[in-house]
């Protein structure tokens, strides 16, 4: 059935002796693949040829507390630790409407019960609440032939023990000694908590098991872009192609199931240019969950639960839509993390944007210190989206600390003016998230995110206020007093921290330990210990 020997992947690039693609060679085979598939040959042929099962199950299914922006849900981080005298530079970041999102797992028709959703390490309080409540999304299982499947119940055995290894860092992390790592031991006030993450982190390694269906072709499936603003969906992708420690091919052992699909690959090749029509995109992914819930007994077993997808595509969310369950059961992580589109903290996972122009990453990387910063606060680009408009009419051509327009002169270099400035400005564009949040970050530029529907990346484990900056959409007119408010010292800390939090944002080939894909990876993980899966009784 699978026809994607890694090997044939575009992703492949030149990091540990691997080979490296030439990008012309790279270029040939994407057009070859766009000349030889007609998209309008019909989604479903992409991964079975017989599909039939009526288009699109569940369309409409949205989580029921829907939030405009802000709408309704606790602050999780109220106030930044560096607030400047009295100053608020806040950092907010609310659930989605504050509902329970997962109560869609009751589904009374389909023989399938659950008990009502409670947090347990609830990822969106992250790890700094001590006294998190004890509880789990609880899914009862069906019991197949009568009998307790044995193997479920020891993978949930598995995850249950690491819970409570977890449970007591979060407890105990002041009275125990730092975890010695090889490699990297995480500390300091850049982390919620950092010995829990240390030992949830070890914890995934010991233990995370993540089975990736077979089923599906290339490009769609099994393949994604790696040299675009969207290239965090290729790499994933392809690294879990790669992946060998984390990964199962035996799904009994899986503690959860990636759907490998590419919502890019699917704009690309199925996608009529112009037409405002996403239903092909969409019947392609219901049309494939039709076909593993089918063959498989998984998906229907946890009704998605313990299922995952990725998408850094700004339609990622929308497509996600064609399958009720797995919108509101399943983790999707998603580059475009709009807490009023339905994202949901507690489940789902923010996926980084990166612009990787490149295979090398380490030449983006780097900047001077402070001193060598003359420019206060930096933007350039294009004027679309919600919130541009707002920057570029308050700011732009008004104020020499604060360089806001929308292109930059001919000759000026991008990354040079991000490397003189001291605060690099990434408003949403199209979508909430930007490339330019992991870009200020490989260049020592002190992010500032302005949006307000906006879950930052791996926010479940980073403490983003001590090395960032959050601006309201409402506060732009202040947005000068805000970053002047930042004391030398207190920017020198803060730059000093974005150096720290770079590890997490690298991406290598092959991945290493805390970069990028473990990063992701580890978000997924603390979801999945949320979800408790069991037999009926
Ligand atoms: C899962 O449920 C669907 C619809 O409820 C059904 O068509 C399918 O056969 C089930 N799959 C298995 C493996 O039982
Ligand atoms: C987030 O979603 C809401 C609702 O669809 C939308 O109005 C808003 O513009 C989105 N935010 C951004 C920055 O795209």
């Given at each position: 059935?699978?026809?994607?020997p890694?090997?044939s992947s575009p992703c492949l690039?030149?990091h540990?002796?691997?080979v490296?693609?030439a990008?012309?060679?790279c270029?040939?085979?994407v057009t070859?693949?766009?000349?030889?598939?007609?998209?309008?040959?019909?989604?479903?042929?992409w991964?079975?040829?017989s599909?039939?099962?009526?288009p699109?199950?569940?369309?409409?299914?949205?989580?029921?507390?829907?939030?405009g922006?802000n709408?309704?849900?606790?602050?999780?981080?109220?106030t930044?630790?560096?607030?400047?005298?009295?100053?608020?530079?806040?950092?907010?970041?609310?659930a989605?409407?504050g509902?329970?999102a997962?109560?869609s797992f009751?589904k009374?028709?389909?023989g399938?019960?659950?008990?009502?959703?409670?947090?347990a390490?609830?990822?969106e309080?992250g790890?700094?609440?001590a006294?998190s409540?004890?509880?789990?999304v609880?899914?009862?299982?069906?019991l197949?032939?009568?009998?307790?499947?044995?193997?479920l119940?020891?993978?949930?055995l598995?995850l249950?023990k690491?819970r409570l290894?977890?449970?007591?860092?979060?407890r105990n992390?002041?009275?125990?000694?730092?975890?010695?790592?090889?490699?990297?031991?995480p500390?300091?006030?850049?982390?919620r908590?950092a010995y829990?993450f240390?030992?949830?982190?070890?914890?995934?390694e010991?233990?995370?098991?993540?089975?990736?269906?077979?089923e599906?072709?290339?490009?769609?499936?099994?393949?994604?872009?790696?040299?675009s603003i969207y290239?965090?969906?290729g790499?994933?992708?392809?690294?879990?192609e790669?992946?060998?420690?984390m990964?199962?091919?035996?799904?009994?052992?899986?503690?959860?199931?990636?759907?490998?699909f590419?919502?890019?690959?699917?704009?690309?090749?199925i996608?009529?240019?112009?037409?405002?029509?996403?239903e092909?995109?969409?019947r392609?992914?219901?049309?494939?969950?039709?076909v593993?819930?089918?063959?498989y007994?998984?998906w229907?077993?946890?009704?998605?639960?313990?299922h995952?997808?990725?998408?850094?595509?700004d339609?990622?969310?929308?497509?996600?839509?064609?399958?009720?369950?797995?919108?509101?059961?399943s983790?999707?992580?998603?580059c475009?993390?709009?807490t009023?589109?339905g994202f949901?903290?507690?489940?789902d996972v923010?996926?980084?944007?990166i612009n990787?122009r490149?295979d090398?990453v380490?030449?983006?990387?780097g900047?001077?210190?402070?001193s060598?910063?003359?420019?206060?606060?930096f933007?350039?680009?294009?004027?679309?989206?919600?919130?541009r408009p707002?920057l570029?009419?308050?700011?732009?051509?008004?104020?020499?600390?604060?360089?806001?327009?929308e292109?930059l002169?001919?000759?000026?270099?991008y990354?040079?003016?991000?490397?003189?400035?001291k605060?690099?400005?990434c408003?949403?564009?199209?979508?909430?998230?930007?490339?330019?949040?992991?870009?200020?970050i490989y260049l020592?530029c002190?992010?500032?995110v302005?949006?307000?529907d906006?879950?930052?990346?791996?926010s479940?484990?980073?403490?983003?206020p001590?090395f960032?900056?959050?601006?309201a959409?409402?506060?732009i007119?202040?947005l000068?007093?805000i970053?002047?408010a930042?004391?030398?010292?207190?920017?020198i800390?803060?730059?000093?921290?974005?150096?720290?939090?770079?590890r997490?944002?690298?991406?290598?080939?092959p991945?290493r330990?805390?970069?990028?894909f473990?990063?992701?990876?580890?978000?997924i993980w603390l979801?999945?210990?949320?979800?408790?899966l069991?037999?009926?009784?």
């Amino acid at each position: 059935m699978r026809v994607s020997p890694p090997s044939s992947s575009p992703c492949l690039h030149g990091h540990g002796g691997k080979v490296a693609c030439a990008v012309a060679a790279c270029l040939a085979l994407v057009t070859f693949l766009v000349v030889a598939l007609d998209p309008r040959t019909g989604a479903s042929s992409w991964f079975l040829s017989s599909s039939s099962s009526p288009p699109g199950v569940v369309s409409s299914l949205r989580p029921t507390a829907r939030g405009g922006s802000n709408g309704g849900g606790a602050p999780l981080l109220a106030t930044s630790s560096y607030a400047a005298g009295g100053k608020a530079v806040l950092f907010r970041e609310e659930a989605a409407g504050g509902g329970p999102a997962v109560a869609s797992f009751t589904k009374a028709d389909s023989g399938y019960a659950s008990v009502a959703p409670a947090p347990a390490l609830a990822p969106e309080s992250g790890f700094d609440d001590a006294d998190s409540p004890d509880g789990t999304v609880e899914v009862r299982v069906p019991l197949m032939q009568g009998r307790v499947d044995v193997k479920l119940e020891r993978v949930e055995l598995g995850l249950a023990k690491a819970r409570l290894v977890i449970r007591e860092a979060i407890r105990n992390k002041d009275k125990r000694p730092p975890l010695t790592d090889r490699d990297y031991v995480p500390v300091g006030p850049v982390y919620r908590n950092a010995y829990a993450f240390h030992r949830s982190y070890l914890e995934m390694e010991k233990l995370f098991k993540v089975y990736v269906y077979e089923e599906g072709e290339p490009p769609v499936f099994h393949d994604g872009p790696c040299r675009s603003i969207y290239s965090s969906e290729g790499r994933f992708i392809f690294a879990m192609e790669m992946e060998n420690r984390m990964r199962t091919r035996d799904p009994e052992l899986a503690h959860v199931f990636f759907l490998p699909f590419s919502v890019v690959k699917m704009v690309k090749m199925i996608y009529e240019p112009n037409s405002h029509d996403m239903e092909p995109l969409r019947r392609t992914l219901s049309d494939y969950i039709d076909v593993l819930s089918t063959k498989y007994p998984y998906w229907n077993r946890s009704l998605g639960a313990d299922h995952f997808m990725l998408s850094c595509h700004d339609w990622g969310p929308y497509v996600s839509s064609a399958d009720g369950h797995l919108f509101s059961n399943s983790i999707r992580v998603l580059c475009n993390a709009n807490t009023s589109e339905g994202f949901n903290p507690s489940k789902d996972v923010s996926l980084p944007e990166i612009n990787l122009r490149t295979d090398i990453v380490d030449n983006q990387v780097g900047g001077p210190s402070a001193s060598r910063r003359p420019i206060l606060a930096f933007f350039a680009g294009g004027d679309h989206g919600p919130v541009r408009p707002l920057l570029l009419r308050h700011w732009k051509g008004k104020d020499a600390d604060v360089q806001v327009s929308e292109y930059l002169p001919r000759g000026v270099s991008y990354i040079n003016v991000m490397r003189r400035s001291k605060f690099c400005l990434c408003p949403s564009g199209y979508e909430v998230a930007s490339p330019r949040v992991v870009e200020a970050i490989y260049l020592e530029c002190v992010p500032v995110v302005i949006g307000d529907d906006y879950v930052l990346p791996f926010s479940d484990v980073l403490n983003w206020p001590a090395f960032s900056v959050r601006v309201a959409v409402a506060d732009i007119p202040n947005l000068k007093t805000i970053l002047a408010a930042v004391s030398p010292r207190q920017y020198i800390r803060m730059q000093r921290r974005v150096r720290t939090v770079r590890r997490h944002f690298m991406v290598n080939g092959p991945p290493r330990r805390f970069d990028v894909f473990h990063m992701i990876l580890h978000s997924i993980w603390l979801r999945r210990l949320n979800v408790r899966l069991h037999g009926q009784d």
